[in-house]
């Protein structure tokens, strides 16, 4: 124990202590090794049946200590399925004491003494197998054998938390481990490192986890092995004891949540400002990390149960109360769990408090539920609490709520209604309350008691007795006095799951069946004859039966009689000499029928013999059964057939017949009829002889219970859907008592006004109610699960969300559906409106957040905002609310520690209230669950947290003004406040509480239970009379809080707020500024939908030629016939072209028809090629375009623009860069362009000559000249540039390659050249430098990814691919040159790899990389592999060697250092050795991540520094000296779609379809800030036209409709607004800045302020078609009758431009003009030319436009003259143009990769054709001094100078 530096970072215990060896270890009973097929290793199995009797005991002395010190002990086993299995730890503390830790599944609870742990352990299972699910549902999970589908496990003991924890001492070292049967071990380990064996080495560096923050991976030799693809979680088991959970029991060991595991993938490094909420987080994590004690909960005593009472609305209603209080006082001397039943000795009203116990016989087995607190009259009132001299202050009046209606019906059954004797009432069961209902008056009274949903219920013959049984694992029955509604007797037996009850006549007998333990049928026979006297209830009888019994009765005429049927069988019963006997009915034929009631025939004579008594049965087949009671036997047999048709609109009636038959599902008998249910839902009634229905009654659903009753006039029925009504026999009327429904109800909202109640369940209804009657008005059937509801606080209007994310609006009083909106992706959690009614709002799972305009009828959005409202379902169906003045809204959210403020107006933020660290003495961070303002007092905000608290916080300033703890025992589901701010109100798991809202009285609440399930809602009505919750059913209560006397006077202003004011007294002006498009002044607009109409065009009228030069304009053959080309096109000529081109230009004074011929598209279809498994290979980046073999180039020297800079590095090559420090040499390629950049001056160079992406260069050692190669145009190979650097001239041009080009090197000597094809034409071309000639050629069978020469050798040359490494000799006989190859394979011992890179290494080494991260070293010479390690966990691309310096780089980012020297010391052995064998030091000097995968490199002669380019585009210098990168150029990855200069051109801003938005500076054009958004891709892009740099903005639009603006001197977001929907397709600001317009994808343009965010309007009138351009110039529109100080254009994908005339300071805009352009169909196998439309910037009255249409053409259209006045003719369509303001310059990019600038006033142009992809986007600088155009990721920057 002198050190312990040995033990770091952890001891492998297997290994260090050799226990194979059995030397220091002692092995007993049945140990053995094995090899396991899952973890590939040898194990050691340890079996026996006395786990004691066979186990691996370290150390064998056991006077000897292991001595390890490591704080956690890790063991790596897997219980034997079936089997128990025991471990101990016997661990020292530093005060000397030895402590044993026990864990084993034999352990049923945690037990502690002095010196012994014992844990229980429960075993894990399988992903998804049924063990699993079982265990998830368990409270306290499963403990006894492991389960077949146990797992490996990976447990991780904190001996030190242990032992600080359970016995406060301080933890030294483990003594001694003992491993007992049943198990297999893998390994144990003790480290002082919280290892975590989900993470592997790579991942733990990409997240940065390290042992200075006390975690790292787990070491392989210790880590289970993961199949390539899979996840370590879903394989095996990783247990942490204690366990970070919060929901594991405290004391056993098992398995917790992995769904927080970490991601292996670094971000981006940001600086962020952190506000003072989140540093106070921050610091808490020493608080949350430190363990608390915990105070063990306080058991109770009660000796007695008093008899829990029936709560009538005619009686004193003191039930169901509960102070919590008083709870404390009575719970604080209670000390056991036992409840023994006494019955009482008289009926005293009295009533007391009392509490049972959640964990106590008569709670649900498994589940947490409530305190259940009811007040039940008992003879003599308990002494539970001690009373003090001063009388406490508590909440009045007590009760404060009176349960008044139940809106609900079954629960667990339907099977079970009631007539009372006088037949003026009905009982039925609601869940866990029995109710009876008055069929006159509907009011209803409850009987109250049962912890569980009611499963049965009986009445004795006279109905003064009541029987009721509840499901579950715990059926107590209880008898009742039904008239005083009392509580007589509650028994249970040893019976689960009663489903049964029937009364003697005589009340003497009751009879349940339920089931056993071992789920047998079980019948038992109480007697009951002295229960209302206050007699015990005792068991007569009780039998088991292997039977099925669906019903049993007993018989009304002996006590000792009972009739039971089911499943094949009818039975008769009899108790005698206190044994239970039966015997079957025989059934003849019919003994394979499946029964379902019975009933005996009517009469109640006490003398009638046996012999003359009927049983009537009925089944699920049809049949009604006669039985001969006495002789046991079957008198008769009918069936119940369905209708025959004889018309379609007559039913004949119902006989007895052969066929299919209807199941019957109830059958009861009066003196004079039968009736029975059906599953078809008819009640019928027939005669005793069944000769036909004489009334029927249909249902909506089947008939579940059918009941006569007793004077034989009425009929009742009850229905599986929850309804409930009965028949009048007299009348053959039909009344509906109850109506339900069938699932939770999930949320509700009230009808103040008309005193209705909707509610949304999820069986799939939404319904509505009128209060007052609880008749059920209207049914609203949905597929897509409603979820929450909400009406109009003044109109017949309600909305509901489902959970599709849906929302409707529905008009009620003329049923029809008024709105529907689809914003939302995630189930709907919150929908409310302002309490005014002029706005809605929603929120979804997601966490989306909308605001709707509610003075509309189509409720239009005004505005949504994405990641508002906290993720998840838990804070539904309110997790919305808004303030008494309808100023603000409040929620959970962006995150559930946040509650937002937020402006009910515009969803502006106004306030952020971290909950999570308002409890700094908290152990764990708190989150906010539900929020609710206060009525009376808006600076209030409630919020109800996860920590069953309740916090009130200030609005103004976010203080905590006061909290309330343990509000209820779980969590806190819904809260509200009283509109006099009085009283608050909350629900917890099945528990209401009223509460004092200033918590100022002693007792400040009382609690109320009745719910059965977890309430989800619940709130005061609006007149404040009463209390709604719903959850099982719906229940109404009283509120009976007395009013205050001055509220009246205070409170009217309050309550006027609520209702609007009529909308004829609302003045125009009022409008609010979110309005939408209502406010347009024109009445009609043309509708988007409708087909564009043809103009009526003229002829063109011919002009000159002359003037147009000696080209033909309308030559309509096409001269090539690969390519079509349009009419008017230009196309190639045999002929000299002039030096100066033109094209057609047509004034145009009349407009005539135009003769138009339809050109077939060219069909451009690509194979594409299966590349080899590895990055290292070019792949040309996938291109629909062609390039225009028509294009015609300027004459030297006479350029109307030129190449000024390129931005951006091509990513997608493969060494495409090369640098020679000693000469100053940098070039590298974009695109087809080869840019030298000078980088002391900044300038640049440019090589053009290829027209395809260009793969890879390289330089000659004297740097004097590169090669470039790329695809060919006319797809005829391969072109290889040679280009001398000097002049920038291209020497020579040498093709050989039918594929791309894989790689290009130089010789040493600068004498060879050799040229790699890829892998669709492997081969290899060997040239001569000096005149580029073909020397040799070499074709291989498989590809080649790199090839390089040998530094020493001129002759020696190695080519590495999928088929191993080539060894080239050059053999040069006089001009003949041969090659010679020798291929060696990858060894055998890495498996199946492809090697990507190679460099050499001296003289006679060659370094090889491959896919999987291995570099090879092999022996030039011998040309064998001497030796491998694993440099990297992925592919390996770029492999470079300066001296004993090795660089390697994958795509894993990582570019890292070696130091290779040891690798000359390697001799050539037998076998490939590894490094770790060998004992080659081969050592990793530095590591730097990079943005992405590498794969290009290139550095000096002591790699002290670099150039090394990704596949994001960029190029970083490396200096290892000081471990740094920078950028040197930066480019983007994805496609541009959009570019612009501010209006200074001091900056332009770049967007890019991976979401990046960036900021350059010019005229260095070098990147100032990246705006990053993540899953999201940015569309449109422009500048505020304010000059103030400070003040410069730059605005974004993306693809979840969101804009977003930057402010540039900051570099921070300065707001976000979400006006669409759908994808931003365009943006810009207005021309003085005052707003933002944008267009969608869907065709809506949005009128944003940048101030507020706030959707000023929307135009709809491009509606259904994406938006293509807006654009707005500062113009004077009184000339076009207009006022307006702006104009703005917007263009749309269906040929439509709309202009406009606008004053944003006046909120004027109007229509100004509409233009909609002709156009044939499109046939093309693409998207259609877009349509683009432009202000001249000399004359903004004058639009150009281009687009699909008749002829490829610029159209010139007059404002003021109302008609295109000009047409530019054009030879392909457009996909992109701009305007310049100087000298008439038009600038026109196409999908054929021309860049056309054309002089607009006579047609003159030039193309230039530098891209290598169709342009999507060309720019003019406001100045028009410089030009931009964009194709695909190529960013070229243009110098204008004129034509």
């Known amino acids: 124990m002198a050190s312990k530096g040995w033990q770091h970072p952890y001891v492998n215990i297997f290994k260090h202590f050799r226990v194979e060896d059995w030397k220091r270890s002692a092995k007993e009973g049945d140990v053995s090794t094995y090899t396991n097929k899952t973890l590939r290793c040898s194990v050691f199995q340890i079996r026996g049946p006395v786990p004691a009797n066979s186990y691996i005991l370290m150390p064998k002395n056991c006077n000897r200590s292991l001595g390890l010190t490591g704080r956690y002990f890790c063991l790596l086993f897997r219980p034997t399925p079936g089997k128990y299995f025991v471990v101990h730890l016997d661990v020292s503390a530093e005060e000397g004491q030895v402590v044993r830790i026990s864990f084993s599944n034999m352990f049923k609870e945690f037990k502690a003494t002095a010196t012994w742990l014992q844990f229980p352990f429960l075993c894990g299972a399988a992903k998804d197998s049924v063990y699993e699910s079982t265990a998830k549902s368990a409270r306290h999970g499963l403990v006894g054998p492991a389960p077949t589908s146990v797992r490996w496990t990976c447990l991780m003991l904190d001996l030190q938390y242990t032992l600080s924890v359970y016995l406060n001492r301080c933890y030294s070292h483990v003594k001694s481990i003992k491993l007992c049967a049943n198990m297999a071990v893998k390994n144990m380990f003790t480290s002082d490192l919280l290892l975590d064996p989900g993470v592997s080495f790579s991942e733990a560096k990409l997240m940065g986890l390290s042992s200075s923050q006390g975690t790292g991976p787990m070491p392989r030799d210790m880590s289970f092995p993961v199949p390539k693809g899979a996840s370590w979680h879903d394989l095996y088991d990783y247990i942490r004891f204690p366990s970070e959970g919060t929901k594991l029991p405290f004391d056993s060991i098992q398995k917790g949540c992995v769904s927080n595991q970490r991601n292996p993938i670094r971000e981006e490094p940001c600086s962020v400002n952190l506000s ?38 005619h009686l004193k209603a003191d039930w169901l109360s509960h102070n919590d209080d008083q709870y404390q006082q009575e719970s604080a001397s209670s000390s056991s769990h036992q409840l023994t039943f006494r019955p009482p000795c008289d009926s005293d009203d009295r009533g007391v408090h009392v509490h049972v116990h959640p964990e106590d016989g008569f709670s649900k087995h498994g589940e947490e539920s409530e305190e259940e607190l009811v007040c039940t009259p008992v003879p003599h009132p308990g002494h539970l609490s001690s009373s003090k001299g001063t009388r406490k202050q508590k909440l009045l009046p007590d009760p404060i709520l009176r349960l008044n209606r139940i809106i609900g019906f079954g629960g667990a059954t339907t099977k079970y209604v009631l007539w009372t004797k006088s037949g003026d009432a009905v009982v039925y069961p609601c869940h866990a309350i029995i109710v009876s209902m008055k069929i006159s008056s509907n009011q ?18 006279n109905t003064t007795l009541l029987a009721s049984a509840q499901t579950g694992n715990h059926s107590v029955v209880r008898v009742w006095n039904y008239h005083k509604g009392n509580c007589l007797a509650m028994f249970r037996t040893h019976a689960h799951s009663l489903s049964c009850l029937s009364f003697s006549y005589g009340s003497g007998i009751l009879c349940g069946v339920g089931k056993d333990s071992h789920c047998k049928t079980m019948v038992v026979v109480w007697n009951t004859l002295n229960v209302s006297k206050g007699g015990e209830v005792t068991i007569l009888a009780k039998a088991h039966t292997d039977v099925d019994i669906h019903t049993m009765k007993v018989a009304f005429f002996d006590d000792t009689r009972m009739v039971s049927c089911g499943r094949d069988n009818v039975r008769l019963w009899r108790v005698r000499n206190g044994t239970l ?40 087949s049809g049949h009604i059964f006669e039985i001969d009671y006495s002789r046991v036997v079957i008198r008769n047999v009918r069936r119940l057939l369905p209708a025959q048709q004889q018309h379609a609109d007559r039913r004949e009636k119902w006989t007895f017949k052969t066929g299919p038959g209807i199941a019957i599902n109830s059958i009861s008998v009066s003196s004079s009829f039968c009736c029975t249910g059906s599953e078809d839902g008819f009640l019928r009634l027939w005669p005793l002889d069944f000769s036909a229905v004489f009334l029927e009654a249909e249902h909506e659903g089947p008939v579940s219970v059918v009941s006569v009753s007793s004077d034989s006039l009425q009929v009742l029925a009850g229905t599986s859907t929850g309804n409930l009504g009965f028949l009048d026999v007299s009348s053959r009327g039909y009344n509906t008592l109850m109506r339900s429904h069938t699932d939770t109800v999930l949320g509700f909202s009230v009808d103040g006004i008309r005193r209705h109640l909707t509610t949304a369940s999820a069986d799939g209804t939404v319904r509505i109610w009128n209060v007052d009657s609880l008749h059920q008005l209207y049914d609203f059937v949905s597929e897509e699960g409603p979820c929450s509801v909400a009406f109009h606080p003044s109109e017949q209007v309600f909305s509901c969300g489902f959970s599709s994310g849906i929302i409707r609006v529905f008009d009620i009083s003329s049923a029809r559906l008024l709105a529907e909106h689809r914003q939302h992706r995630g189930e709907v959690v919150g929908l409310a409106f302002s309490p005014d009614g002029e706005f809605m709002y929603s929120a979804d799972s997601q ?14 959005v005004i505005r949504v905002v994405c990641n508002a409202v906290a993720q998840g379902t838990e804070r539904a169906p309110d997790a919305l609310a808004v303030s008494s003045d309808s100023r603000c809204l409040a929620f959970v959210g962006p995150s559930e520690y946040i509650v937002t403020i937020a402006d009910s107006q515009s969803l502006d933020e106004l306030l952020h209230v971290d909950v999570s660290i308002l409890d700094v003495e908290s152990p764990r961070l708190d989150s906010a669950l539900k929020v609710c303002f206060s009525p009376a007092t808006t600076e209030h905000l409630l919020v109800a947290t996860t920590a069953n608290k309740i916090l009130w916080v200030s609005t103004k300033t976010g203080r905590l003004l006061r909290e309330v703890s343990k509000v209820h025992k779980h969590q806190c589901s819904s809260l509200a406040v009283s509109e006099d701010s009085r009283f608050l109100l909350t629900a917890g798991h099945s528990a209401v509480k009223v509460w004092d809202y200033n918590m100022q009285l002693d007792i400040n609440s009382q609690m109320f239970i009745g719910h059965s399930q977890p309430i989800r809602q619940v709130s005061f009505t609006p007149d404040q009379l009463g209390v709604v919750s719903v959850g099982d059913a719906i229940f109404l209560w009283d509120f009976l ?43 009609t607009a043309p509708l988007p939908f409708s087909p564009p109409q043809l103009l009526d065009v003229s002829t063109l009228d011919q002009v000159d030629q002359g003037a147009l030069g000696s080209l033909s304009m309308n030559d309509d053959t096409p001269t090539i016939s690969t390519i079509q080309v349009a009419a008017n096109g230009l196309g190639p000529s045999s002929e000299p ?9 047509t004034e145009l004074d009349n407009t005539s028809p135009l003769n138009t011929s339809h050109m077939d598209a060219v069909e451009l279809k690509a194979k594409k090629p299966v590349r080899p498994d590895c990055y290292r290979h070019f792949i040309p980046r996938f291109k629909t375009s062609a390039s225009d073999q028509a294009a015609v180039a300027p004459q030297p020297g006479e350029e109307g623009i030129k190449l000024k800079a390129v931005i951006g590095y091509n990513g997608n090559g493969r060494c495409n860069m090369v640098w020679s420090p000693d000469q100053g ?4 390629s974009c695109g087809c362009v080869v840019v030298v950049e000078y980088l002391h001056m900044g300038s640049q160079r440019h090589l053009q000559g290829h027209s395809e ?19 060919s145009s006319n797809s005829g190979g391969s072109l290889i540039c040679i280009w001398d650097i000097q002049n920038g001239t291209c020497r020579k041009t040498i093709s050989y390659h039918s594929g791309a080009v894989q790689s290009l090197a130089f010789s040493r000597d600068d004498l060879f050249f050799l040229s790699v094809g890829d892998f669709s034409d492997p081969g290899v071309a060997l040239w001569s430098s000096k005149t580029f000639q073909l020397l040799s050629s070499l074709g291989v069978s498989g590809p080649i990814h790199d090839a390089a020469f040998s530094p020493s050798a001129a002759s020696q040359l190695a080519c590495v691919g999928s088929q191993g490494v080539y060894f080239c000799l050059i053999h040069t006989h006089g001009s003949d040159v041969d090659l010679k190859v020798q291929r060696a394979k990858a060894p055998a011992e890495v498996g199946d790899v492809e090697l990507t890179a190679l460099c050499y290494h001296m003289d006679s080494f060659l370094f090889t990389a491959t896919n999987r991260g291995h570099v090879f070293v092999w022996d030039v010479n011998t040309q064998r592999c001497l030796m491998t390690w694993e440099a990297d966990e992925g592919e390996i691309g770029v492999l470079l060697c300066r001296g004993n310096r090795l660089l390697t780089g994958s795509n894993t980012r990582w570019l890292r250092l070696w130091e290779v020297e040891a690798v000359r010391g390697v001799k050539p052995q037998e076998k490939v050795c590894n490094v770790k064998d060998s004992g080659t030091m081969v050592v990793l000097e530095q590591e730097i991540m990079l943005d992405g995968t590498m794969v290009s490199a290139a550095f000096d002669s002591t790699m002290d520094m670099g150039i090394v380019g990704t596949t994001m585009g960029t190029l970083w210098y490396i200096n290892w000296s000081d471990n740094s990168s920078t950028r040197l150029v930066s480019g983007h990855k994805t496609k541009v779609n959009d570019v612009a200069f501010s209006s200074d051109e001091g900056h332009f801003a770049t967007c890019s379809e991976d979401g990046s938005l960036r900021v350059w500076s010019a005229p260095s054009n070098e990147l100032v800030v990246q705006f990053q958004v993540l899953n999201q891709a940015c569309g449109c892009v422009c500048w505020s036209p304010s000059s103030r740099k400070d003040s410069t903005c730059v605005a974004a639009g993306y693809s979840d409709g969101t804009l977003r603006i930057f402010r540039l001197a900051s570099s921070e977001m300065e707001i976000k607004l979400h006006p669409h929907h759908v994808a931003v397709t365009a943006i810009q600001y207005s021309a003085n800045g005052h707003v933002i317009l944008s267009g969608g994808k869907n065709g809506l343009v949005a009128v944003s302020s940048p101030v507020n965010g706030a959707t000023i309007r929307v135009i709809r009138d491009h509606k259904g078609v994406p938006i293509t351009t807006i654009q707005s110039v500062n113009e004077q529109c009184q000339k076009f009758g207009l006022e307006g100080n702006e104009m703005w254009l917007a263009a749309s994908a269906d040929r439509r431009v709309s202009v406009w005339a606008a004053d944003w300071l006046k909120d004027k805009c109007d229509l100004l003009d509409w233009l909609t352009f002709p156009a044939p169909a499109y046939f093309g196998d693409d998207s259609p030319p877009p349509s683009l439309a432009a202000f001249c910037p000399a004359d903004p009255s004058l639009i150009v436009y281009s687009g699909y249409g008749v002829e490829k053409e610029l159209s010139f259209y007059s404002l003021a003259k109302k008609q295109i006045i000009k047409k530019i003719a054009l030879p392909n369509w457009a996909t992109c143009f701009s305007l310049s303001c100087r000298s008439q310059l038009i600038a026109v990019g196409s999908k054929e990769r021309v860049l056309k600038l054309i002089k607009s006033t006579s047609g003159r142009f030039q193309d230039f054709t530098q891209h290598s992809d169709s342009l999507q986007t060309c720019h003019f600088s406001p100045s028009g001094k410089l030009l931009f155009s964009v194709a695909y990721n190529e960013i070229l920057l243009w110098e204008v100078q004129g034509l």
């Open 276 to 313: 003072k909420p989140v540093q106070d987080r921050v610091s808490l994590i020493q608080q949350i990390t430190t363990p608390k004690s915990l105070t063990r909960n306080q058991s109770l005593l009660v000796t007695k149960i008093p008899d829990l009472g029936v709560v009538s609305t």
């Open 444 to 461: 209803q009274r409850f009987f109250i008691g049962h912890t569980d949903k009611v499963s049965a219920l009986a009445f004795n013959g």
């Open 581 to 620: 006997r039966s015997c079957p009915v025989n059934l003849g034929e019919y003994h394979s029928m499946d029964f379902t009631d019975v009933a005996f025939e009517e009469g109640n004579f006490s003398n009638q013999s046996l012999d003359d008594r009927t049983l009537f049965a009925s089944s699920r």
């Open 847 to 860: 966490g989306s957040l909308a605001l709707y305009n509610a003075s509309e009828e189509d409720h239009n």
């Open 1041 to 1083: 809080a007395h009013p205050v006397d001055s509220l009246s006077d205070s409170c009217s202003p309050l309550r006027l707020s609520y209702i609007s004011a009529p909308k004829s007294v609302q003045p125009d002006a009022e409008v609010s500024g979110v309005q939408l498009s209502s406010g347009m002044p024109r009445q």
């Open 1137 to 1145: 072209r002039p030096a100066v081109s033109f094209l057609k230009v």
């Open 1225 to 1228: 040499l940098f070039a590298y």
């Open 1253 to 1271: 992406e260009i793969s890879c260069l390289a330089v000659t050692n004297d740097a004097q000249t590169v090669a470039s190669a790329a695809g």
